[in-house]
């Protein structure tokens, strides 16, 4: 199950014995964390029973022995292990052994064993180090005594609903725009979205509206959200503009050949983008089709109406022909990137 909803059945009271954490969302893990603190370990109950390790190292009859311990003073422990990595998908067909000469090998006969019959005392979380092999024996047996917790990240209407969500939590509303540009500058992390929340909400004091001048004042501008913004300056002519954009994010310390590549790949979006919406596919579900963030396929969408389609595919070629002469060492970098951001603009 998802974080999200192993957070909904721990808020009903509701706890496993065990627990199979993974994924790679720092938020979603900080929180699922936290929140298993606070049903395990509620306010007022000391923290001696608490155990966070290391379990790089660690071997499955060590995690054994940590389940096996009794509380000190509280109803039950709680112990996380953290970068577990005895758990982790096994490469190579020569690692393909029997599951139970891997069992013996390992120790992990020991640890399954303890699955079926787990210290009722005792709630352990193992978070694993990289992917989970969910074929093998001992996780099988895992996820049947306990639950298989991840934490992927949101994506699409998903993170909107979570982000709009987080905003109502600080009692504050986002105009749609801002909420946009917030995913986009982030990259769609939930942990850097968090933290920017955070940043805003101190920004604004009482302030209960939050819209895109301010989300712009203070979040990062990524490349991305930076060709965004270029794109549309040159959809308008505004090619001052879009000079400025361009010379702000090398001032940044982006290169010039990446750059370009951004800027090809973004009229390669729109010229796809103008094609679909011809076609008949709806504007929402571009991002399927474009296989890129939703919101991303969305503004090329929008952007795409600025332009014919042949003259998308000028600017295609151009671009590409910049790339060449970039990669053959050929004039200055941000002159020629410049000078095709000019034509693109005429």
């Known amino acids: 199950m998802h974080v999200l909803e192993a957070l ?53 009859g060590e995690v054994v022995a940590q389940g096996a311990t009794m509380p000190f003073m ?19 067909m020569a690692e393909q052994q029997d599951e139970q000469s891997a069992a013996e090998d390992d120790g992990e006969r020991e640890l399954l064993e303890y699955l079926l019959r787990p210290n009722p005392a005792c709630v352990m979380v193992l978070a694993a180090d990289g992917k989970v092999d969910t074929r093998r024996k001992l ?34 509303k986002i105009t749609p725009e801002a909420l946009e540009y917030m995913i986009i ?10 933290a920017e929340v955070d940043k805003i909400c101190t920004y604004l ?16 501008r990524n490349a991305e959200v930076g060709i965004f913004e270029m794109v549309d300056a040159m959809a308008n002519r505004q090619t001052a503009q879009a000079i400025d954009l361009l010379r702000e994010m090398m001032r940044a310390g982006e290169q010039p050949v990446y750059l370009n ?22 504007e929402g579900d571009l991002g399927s089709y474009l296989r890129v963030h939703p919101f991303a396929a969305k503004r090329a969408g929008a952007q795409s109406r600025n332009f014919t389609a042949q003259a998308l595919v000028e600017a295609l070629k151009d671009f590409l022909m910049v790339d060449e002469r970039l990669k053959s060492g050929a004039g200055d970098p941000a002159v020629q990137v410049e000078l095709a951001v000019i034509k693109f603009c005429l």
């Open 8 to 60: 909904a059945e721990l808020q009903k009271g509701r706890v496993a014995p065990l627990y199979l954490l993974h994924g790679e969302e720092e938020y979603l893990i900080r929180k699922f964390l936290q929140q298993i603190h606070r049903v395990v370990l509620p306010d007022g109950v000391p923290d001696f029973d608490y155990n966070v390790l290391d379990g790089s190292r660690m071997t499955p």
């Open 74 to 92: 509280a109803e039950r422990r709680l112990v996380v292990i953290k970068g577990i990595r005895f758990l982790a998908a096994k490469r190579g």
């Open 139 to 172: 996780v099988k047996a895992m996820i049947k005594v306990g639950q298989e917790v991840s934490a992927v990240p949101l994506k699409g209407p998903a993170l909107v609903e979570w982000l709009k969500g987080r905003w109502g939590e600080v009692g504050k």
């Open 185 to 194: 500058a982030t990259g769609g992390s939930m942990t850097a979205l968090d």
């Open 205 to 220: 004091g009482e302030e209960t509206n939050v819209n895109l001048p301010v989300v712009r004042r203070l979040v990062p």
């Open 261 to 282: 590549l951004m800027l090809a790949r973004q009229v390669r979006l729109m010229l796809m983008a103008k094609g679909l919406l011809a076609r008949g596919v709806r």
